[in-house]
């Protein structure tokens, strides 16, 4: 019989395809288009303070060839996080966002998750220690847990989190193979990502668990609805704009028995 399924969009750094991502802007207008899942990545600074940031160089977001981890938070708040690359100077006056004030936005929209990348510069850095106390004190300052998810390409990360907290976890698979699947059996995370380029063709190839799968990311319908329709229901995208008002990706039906 034909049964409906709802994929859950994932906002990829906010609405990354309009706005700067990984920046506060970003995650209001995901929300304002109806997004109710996002996902973001964090990066200390050299007095230990979390940002929302994905490159360890801030010259894709800022224009400068300054690392975020050899700065304080107060010396970041010089810069404007534009992405001029790609928005020129429509976001000049926009600013990085500390994860403390995102945390204390997304704890007055308690129907959001967020999926919280630990970027593994940072962890070289300073120490996975070090980087996972100082993250997971803005969530307990903010009480968020409940709303925070931790992944990583890291499986320490995931291991740590599940001795250390009662949140859910996602790991991000480094590569498709069977290393990577016995890894997977011993980290039994909540979630696993996956880029769409890695996953296999066949759905008989996909290993089966207690996670649910997570796929990154898809940015047109059509490929929404494929993924869905392989039974693949959490889709990243950068274009959560375009997919979440989709009457053809809300109406996607699936044959099951």
């Not at 230990?48 to 060839?65: F, K, Q, W, Y």
């Not at 403390?100 to 940072?122: A, G, M, N, R, Y």
């Not at 274009?239 to 008002?245: A, D, P, Q, W, Y």
Request: hydrophobic share 40%; charged share 20%; proline share 3%.
């Amino acid at each position: 019989m034909l049964a409906m399924q709802t994929p859950t969009l994932i906002a990829h750094r906010g609405y990354s395809g309009r706005y700067p991502e990984n920046t506060l802007i970003a995650y209001q207008a995901a929300y304002d288009c109806g997004a109710r899942f996002v996902e973001l990545d964090l990066q200390l600074t050299a007095d230990l303070v979390p940002i929302l940031h994905h490159d360890r160089s801030l010259n894709r977001m800022a224009g400068v060839e300054v690392n975020i981890i050899d700065i304080t938070s107060a010396q970041l708040e010089t810069y404007s996080a534009a992405y001029p690359q790609r928005f020129k100077d429509e976001f000049s006056t926009n600013t990085f966002t500390h994860f403390k004030v995102f945390c204390e936005w997304l704890k007055k929209h308690d129907d959001i998750t967020t999926f919280v990348e630990i970027k593994q510069e940072s962890i070289d850095h300073f120490d996975l220690i070090t980087v996972m106390e100082s993250i997971y004190q803005q969530i307990l300052d903010t009480s968020t847990q409940s709303q925070c998810i931790i992944i990583a390409f890291n499986h320490e990360v995931i291991d740590y989190t599940h001795k250390n907290s009662t949140m859910k976890t996602g790991w991000i698979l480094p590569a498709w193979s069977d290393e990577q699947y016995l890894q997977l059996k011993t980290l039994q995370p909540d979630f696993v990502f996956c880029d769409v380029a890695i996953l296999p063709p066949n759905n008989n190839d996909i290993w089966r668990g207690k996670w649910e799968w997570a796929v990154y990311n898809l940015d047109d319908i059509d490929s929404a609805i494929a993924m869905a329709n392989r039974g693949i229901y959490y889709l990243e995208t950068n274009e959560i704009g375009t997919l979440v008002k989709s009457e053809k990706l809300l109406t996607t039906t699936k044959t099951s028995s």
